[in-house]
T-cell receptor, first 116, second 114 residues
Framework: GAVVSQHPSWVICKSGTSVKIECRSL??????MFWYRQFPKQSLMLMAT?????????EQGVEKDKFLINHASLTLSTLTVTSAHPEDSSFYIC????????????FGPGTRLTVT | GENVEQHPSTLSVQEGDSAVIKCTYS??????FPWYKQELGKRPQLIID?????GEKKDQRIAVTLNKTAKHFSLHITETQPEDSAVYFC?????????????FGSGTRLSIRP
């Protein structure tokens, strides 16, 4: 149990276009999901906290108008990178906190975004 | 907010020897400290965790120690094997619900020499 999926697993897009990444909790409900970005050979940096039915909370330095987060249901959060640029190329990972159960977060497999 | 520092950034040990990775945290309110192993291009995997009311926890070849007073915690891997080669991240969070943010350390690239 406690499986989190992401789609797509990798995507290549042209500079200036937008890309949507989906994060799903497959067998549990997640009131809260988290979005991380990981550049090569670096740590996971928290971008935002996604709350079902309300606005996301962004970390300092993360542009909320560029990284749009929607958490429309207890099993789905989406991250849209708008007007993508090559510097947005990164590994994006989501995690989901299991509603009402302990504290472990379950990570998705990640999405590799390459902007050309 | 919480800040987690991790050392060393790279570590190379002979197969069969022990490896130790150390972390410090800044927020005394943090009370849960997970450790993750990440292989290239894959998601982080929780390998062991410790709560602030415990000083040490062991799971086979892996152990974690916590010094709350000094705000230090460490990962110990004994009898290292080639499959232990990966990047390891420590993390800290303040637990009150599944909405708690996890703050990661900078990572340690562990290489096991045959």
């Amino acid at each position: 149990g406690a499986v989190v999926s992401q789609h797509p697993s990798w995507v290549i897009c042209k500079s200036g276009t937008s890309v949507k990444i989906e994060c799903r909790s497959l067998d549990f409900q997640a009131t809260t999901m988290f979005w991380y970005r990981q550049f090569p050979k670096q740590s996971l940096m928290l971008m935002a906290t996604s709350n079902e039915g309300s606005k996301a909370t962004y970390e300092q330095g993360v542009e909320k108008d560029k990284f749009l987060i929607n958490h429309a249901s207890l099993t789905l959060s989406t991250l849209t990178v708008t007007s993508a640029h090559p510097e947005d190329s990164s590994f994006y990972i989501c995690s989901a906190g299991r509603t009402g159960v302990n504290y472990e977060q379950y990570f998705g497999p990640g999405t590799r975004l390459t902007v050309t | 907010g919480e800040n987690v520092e991790q050392h060393p950034s790279t570590l190379s040990v002979q197969e069969g020897d022990s490896a130790v990775i150390k972390c410090t945290y800044s927020d005394s309110a943090s009370n849960y400290f997970p450790w993750y192993k990440q292989e290239l291009g894959k998601r982080p995997q929780l390998i062991i965790d410790i709560r602030s009311n415990v000083g040490e926890k062991k799971d086979q070849r892996i152990a974690v120690t916590l010094n709350k007073t000094a705000k230090h915690f460490s990962l110990h891997i004994t009898e290292t094997q080639p499959e232990d080669s990966a990047v390891y991240f420590c993390a800290a969070t303040m637990l009150y619900s599944s909405a708690s943010k996890i703050i990661f350390g900078s990572g340690t690239r562990l290489s096991i020499r045959p």
